[in-house]
């Protein structure tokens, strides 16, 4: 007799247990339930075991993170994109919103990982324009001095970010703990 699949067995459970079902059918299933533990608590009446749920919060937890990281990234390069445009200033909410994602993603290593990713893809920005032809040769020169500036008032802005977030998670958790 050949195996068959959880979704055949789902299909038949009903007609075997009307005992409408072909010997066969039935035969089949029987064989199924005694190899399959959620078949059999499905044919018996009796849910299936839930997934353990600290393994399911950690799979929601680790989505969340790179759905943060991806939004992290993106705000950096929105951010950047910004400077050298007439929405320059709308950084100073942008950044410290950076810095809040920073600190949920990275708790404390926030206040130096993100203005490393900060400096870094600035300056590779001016990099791919540069090599583009976007800047300037007489331009070139000032592209460190200008990216480092640069970096430094949006790590002001990012680390305001992350402070406020530091501060909202202690004060959450301290009221979470006298609750």
């Known amino acids: 007799m050949t195996e068959i699949t959880c979704e055949i067995c789902m299909d038949l459970m009903p ?3 009307d005992g409408i079902a072909s010997e066969d059918s039935r035969k ?17 009446g009796t849910p299936p075991e839930p997934q353990n ?8 937890q680790r989505k969340i993170h790179v759905f943060c990281g991806v939004l992290l990234l993106f705000g950096i390069f ?6 050298a445009s007439e929405g320059q ?12 994602l920073g600190y949920y993603i990275f708790r404390w290593k926030t206040f130096y990982i993100v203005p490393c990713l900060l400096f870094v893809t600035h300056l590779l920005s001016h990099i791919t324009a ?30 305001i970010g992350s402070l406020i ?10 009221e979470a703990f006298h609750e």
């Open 15 to 17: 007609l075997v247990q």
């Open 53 to 60: 749920a600290k393994t399911l919060v950690k799979k929601i």
């Open 78 to 83: 929105f951010g950047i994109g910004l400077t």
């Open 89 to 100: 200033f709308y950084n100073v909410l942008v950044m410290p919103v950076i810095g809040a």
């Open 165 to 174: 977030a530091a501060l909202l998670h202690f004060a959450l958790k301290k």
């Open 28 to 44: 089949a299933v029987e064989a199924h339930i005694t190899k399959c533990t959620e078949c059999k608590a499905l044919f018996m």
């Open 130 to 159: 540069f090599l583009r032809g976007a800047e300037s040769v007489a331009f070139s020169g000032m592209v460190v001095t200008n990216v480092l500036w640069w970096t430094v008032v949006y790590c002001a802005f990012v680390w």
